[in-house]
């Protein structure tokens, strides 16, 4: 079992930045991939954005150019840091471990964390 604890989300004008943070414990963090989702009222989830074992990314492309994952694995940690948020950036994050090589669909990931909320608005 592995147990994902997020953090940071919050309130953030438009063009603002928040950092996230996704705390794992439980079996050894550096075996899985890691992936962050989110989920606005009324919508399906939908990728974010993946980091592999090796440090390997991807981004939906809503997000490309704004969002950058890493990982820490000596503190079981992975982040999402976001820049120049917009309103429909506004959401439930929720990052997910997988121990797939690589995963996009949620489907793919085996934990999931409880979520953090962004709202992006003036």
């Known amino acids: 079992q592995v147990q994902l604890v997020e953090s940071g989300g919050g309130l953030v004008q438009p063009g603002g930045s928040l950092t996230l943070s996704c705390v794992a414990s439980?079996?050894?963090?550096?075996?899985?991939?890691m992936g962050w989702f989110r989920q606005a009222p009324g919508k399906e989830r939908e990728f974010v954005t993946m980091?592999?074992?090796?440090?390997?990314?991807d981004y939906a492309d809503s997000v490309k150019g704004r969002f950058t994952i890493s990982r820490d694995d000596a503190k079981n940690t992975v982040y999402l840091q976001m820049n120049n948020l917009k309103p429909e950036d506004t959401a439930v994050y929720s990052c997910?471990?997988?121990?797939?090589?690589?995963?996009?669909?949620?489907?793919?990931?085996?934990?999931w964390g409880q979520g953090t909320q962004v709202t992006v608005s003036s």
């Open positions: 997910a471990a997988s121990t797939r090589g690589v995963a996009y669909s949620a489907q793919a990931y085996d934990y």
């Open positions: 439980g079996r050894t963090f550096i075996n899985y991939c």
């Open positions: 980091i592999t074992r090796r440090g390997a990314t």
